[in-house]
T-cell receptor, first 113, second 111 residues
Framework: DTGVSQDPRHKITKRGQNVTFRCDPI?????LYWYRQTLGQGPEFLTYFQNEAQLEKSRLLSDRFSAERPKGSFSTLEIQRTEQGDSAMYLC???????????FGPGTRLTVT | DQQVKQNSPSLSVQEGRISILNCDYT??????FLWYKKYPAEGPTFLISISSIKDKNEDGRFTVFLNKSAKHLSLHIVPSQPGDSAVYFCAAKEYGNKLVFGAGTILRVKS
């Protein structure tokens, strides 16, 4: 399977703990996106990378959130000092060059108790 | 402020009939539009797209229509099949690359 993969698929954590999610994009895709989706809503943009450079961050991305894409391959999204409001599905998508279609992974469902 | 709106939370259609899903947008800078389908516990799957310079794009049973003056697009599925039952998201690309999504429409195709 050469699609976008995400790990873990589910994460339950206690408020105040740190969590890290991983995304592996489709191998030839140089752009990688993170979105967050809550119940009854569509995905909301968080941040995106072109190769290893983080080019845009949403104002939704507070200082507790950080994302990296070392070497322009996989990416990680870390949330520090989690809050209950962080509970959501975190989606990763990748895109090739100037083709506009983004291809999504299965997501990581985060529950903060 | 929602820039992409899907005003119908759900739609129920008989198998074999046409499904029409609608989407409205407010930002005239959007230059590319996409439809995604999502099954439970899966990520959104790309379905079909259309550039703002076109008014129609067709791919098999799926056709997307764009009316720029009305800032409206629609997805037609003909004929509808039970396997089409899913949540459908309309998305728009603005300058740059990020996508702005609507809240989704749940389509149920009855057999």
């Amino acid at each position: 399977d050469t699609g976008v993969s995400q790990d873990p698929r589910h994460k339950i954590t206690k408020r105040g703990q740190n969590v890290t999610f991983r995304c592996d994009p489709i191998s030839e895709h140089n752009r990688l996106y993170w979105y967050r989706q809550t119940l009854g809503q569509g995905p909301e943009f968080l941040t995106y990378f072109q190769n290893e450079a983080q080019l845009e961050k949403s104002r939704l991305l507070s200082d507790r959130f950080s994302a990296e894409r070392p070497k322009g391959s996989f990416s990680t999204l870390e949330i520090q000092r989690t809050e209950q409001g962080d509970s959501a599905m975190y989606l990763c998508a990748s895109q090739r060059g100037h083709v506009y279609e983004q291809y999504f992974g299965p997501g990581t469902r985060l529950t903060v108790t | 402020d929602q820039q992409v709106k899907q005003n119908s939370p759900s739609l129920s259609v008989q198998e074999g009939r046409i499904s029409i899903l609608n989407c409205d947008y407010t930002n005239s800078m959007f230059d590319y539009f996409l439809w995604y389908k999502k099954y439970p516990a899966e990520g959104p799957t790309f379905l079909i797209s259309i550039s703002s310079i076109k008014d129609k794009n067709e791919d098999g049973r799926f056709t997307v229509f764009l009316n720029k003056s009305a800032k409206h697009l629609s997805l037609h599925i003909v004929p509808s099949q039970p396997g089409d039952s899913a949540v459908y998201f309309c998305a728009a690309k603005e300058y740059g690359n990020k996508l702005v999504f609507g809240a989704g429409t749940i389509l149920r195709v009855k057999s």
